[in-house]
């Protein structure tokens, strides 16, 4: 006969921590109620799950108020998110911040997930398939707390994904007012420039026949190398 499995317990600290999560939730949700520094010590320190939205707005809010009208509430909230943000499980921080990129407030979204290394390979590509390639194109060689096989895995896809990219610009022969025909190089933005050129040279473009500027490039590169840098750390591991 199998022994019948053990009853599970909660513990006392376990019970405790749900009942503050639950109390955490609902006062948070009021707008004029900011939690104390103790409030989110505590928070963080119980990694606790369900508050990511309501502290992301009260994190949002502070940041929208001019320095010299935050109280002490604001700027414990600007300091301690982050430190919230990195304690919790990272799909879950993911999940709380990454749908802000595409909203007002995506700049201080992304320095969220360049500070607290929120890189999520599948979230980026959903970026980039949902027409925000800027914005997919800034995070992607920022870094990730930790990286499991099937992290790599979607980074691999993800690699793929934009090496199969089809080119949004093309080269064509065009004719001139004198009625002279060359090859000139049309950028996604349809600015003519020298058939030779990689990007665009007009003023503000700087875009390549795929819609990507040189700085975006060298982000590309960072990510590929960094991809090359894990798949030997686990093949040795």
Known sequence: MKPEPAARTISFEQLRAEELRRRYLELIDRPDV????????????????GLGPALFTKYLRSLELDEEDRQELHQTAIEEFPVYLAAVPVEYAVATVYPALTGPHAREAAELVERCRLFDAAAILEL?????????????????????????????????????MEPCGCV??????????????????????????????????????????????GRIETFTERLKALKHLFSVG
């Open 172 to 217: 064509e022969e065009r004719t001139n007012l004198l009625g002279r025909r060359s090859w000139r190089y049309i950028c996604p933005a349809g600015h003519s420039n020298d058939s030779d050129a990689q990007y665009c040279s007009h003023s503000g473009c700087g875009r390549d026949i795929y819609g990507r500027t040189a700085e975006q490039n």
């Open 34 to 49: 900011f939690p104390t520094r103790s409030n989110w010590q505590y928070i963080t320190a119980n990694a606790m799950t």
């Open 128 to 164: 980039i398939k949902n027409g925000c390639g800027d914005t997919a194109l800034s995070l992607i060689d920022t870094y990730r707390s930790e990286y499991t096989p099937d992290e790599v895995n979607r980074m691999q896809q993800l690699s793929d994904y934009i090496e199969t």
